[in-house]
């Protein structure tokens, strides 16, 4: 997501990338989601700081998923709900 990040568009093929986030301190999380707002990318609350260890591995994934298996960085994670 680095490269994304340092990009001029933050989408790919035309969709907003979901940034997950979470923490104890409720006003410190919507500073964070106003960041991630400015980056046009979707700001999604994964509660408190313990979900932390949860969005560590999906990080991991990605990074595995772009340059273990070579489908490059320009890859991004999407949550949908229905």
């Given at each position: 997501m680095a490269q994304i990040l340092a990009a001029d568009a933050h989408r790919l093929a035309g969709q907003?990338?979901?940034?997950?986030y979470c923490g104890d301190d409720a006003e410190?999380?919507?500073?964070?989601?106003?960041?991630?707002?400015?980056l046009d990318l979707e700001p999604v609350d994964a509660g408190p700081l313990s979900s932390a260890r949860y969005i560590e591995p999906a990080g991991m994934l990605q990074v595995q998923l772009a340059y273990g298996m070579r489908l490059g960085p320009q890859i991004g994670v999407k949550l949908l709900r229905g």
């Open positions: 907003q990338i979901s940034a997950f410190a999380k919507a500073a964070v989601a106003a960041l991630l707002r400015d």
